[in-house]
Nanobody, 114 residues
């Protein structure tokens, strides 16, 4: 069973930056597209960005130009560099394989507030 462990969240002021990490278990990491999701209080979980096994990326409009997704297949780790953070980016962030969803990890809390 695949497990994900997200880390790197925290409290940051508007305009600040954070880098999230997602460590995955299992042997399929290098094969699957990896996605970062977020869930704000009272909202549904939503996909933020994804990266294919070949490194092709796709971003939702609300993070385009501010967030960068990357992956290290050798380390079985994905990253989300978040710049120019806004209060509306406040959420718990998760990672998963969009095409073959696995059990969700604990997520990492990102709070953007002055």
């Amino acid at each position: 069973q695949v497990q994900f462990v997200e880390s790197g969240g925290g409290l940051v002021q508007p305009g600040g930056s954070l880098r999230l990490s997602c460590a995955a278990s299992g042997s399929m990491f290098s094969i699957y597209t990896m996605g970062w999701y977020r869930q704000a209080p009272g909202e549904s979980r939503e996909l933020v960005a994804h990266i294919t096994r070949n490194g092709n990326t796709l971003y939702k409009d609300f993070v385009k130009g501010r967030f960068t997704i990357s992956r290290d297949n050798a380390k079985k780790t994905a990253y989300l560099q978040m710049n120019s953070l806004k209060p509306e980016d406040t959420a718990v962030y998760y990672c998963n394989y969009p095409n073959v969803l696995q059990s969700w990890g604990p997520g990492t809390q990102v709070t953007v507030s002055s």
